[in-house]
Nanobody
Framework: VQLQASGGGLVQAGGSLRLSCAAS????????MGWFRQAPGKEREFVAT????????YYADSVKGRFAIARDNAKNTVYLQMNSLKSEDTAVYYC???????????????????WGQGTLVTVSS
């Protein structure tokens, strides 16, 4: 599976962005998908995940109520809608694909099999 993340950019605090993760090579319908982010000097952290079997979602506390993950299996694409952005959301955002189903396990980057290249989100205060 090859993953291509896009949609990053510069936005003011309080604004919105929608990230996309397009897949090629295989259908995403049998993969759980996740979004992670990595700020300068920090470790990669979990943002959101959507399970392939029933599209259940799970979010990091820091983004709950502001971000929404969704998938369009027909387009082989996963989205991350980010609203009410804060300066602390500034990071490179990565999408990833996993065969796993258990939501808590999907918060760990080591449980993902494929990664996209990342897209930079910069939130100005």
């Amino acid at each position: 599976v090859q993953l291509q993340a896009s949609g990053g950019g510069l936005v003011q605090a309080g604004g919105s962005l929608r990230l996309s993760c397009a897949a090629s090579g295989r259908t995403l319908s049998s993969y759980s998908m996740g979004w992670f982010r990595q700020a300068p000097g920090k470790e990669r952290e979990f943002v959101a995940t959507i399970r392939w079997s029933d599209s259940s979602t799970y979010y990091a506390d820091s983004v709950k109520g502001r971000f929404a993950i969704a998938r369009d299996n027909a387009k082989n694409t996963v989205y991350l809608q980010m609203n009410s952005l804060k300066s602390e959301d500034t990071a490179v955002y990565y999408c990833a694909a996993s065969r796993k189903l258990i939501l808590p396990l999907l918060t760990f980057p080591t449980n993902y099999d494929y990664w996209g290249q990342g897209t930079l989100v910069t939130v100005s205060s």
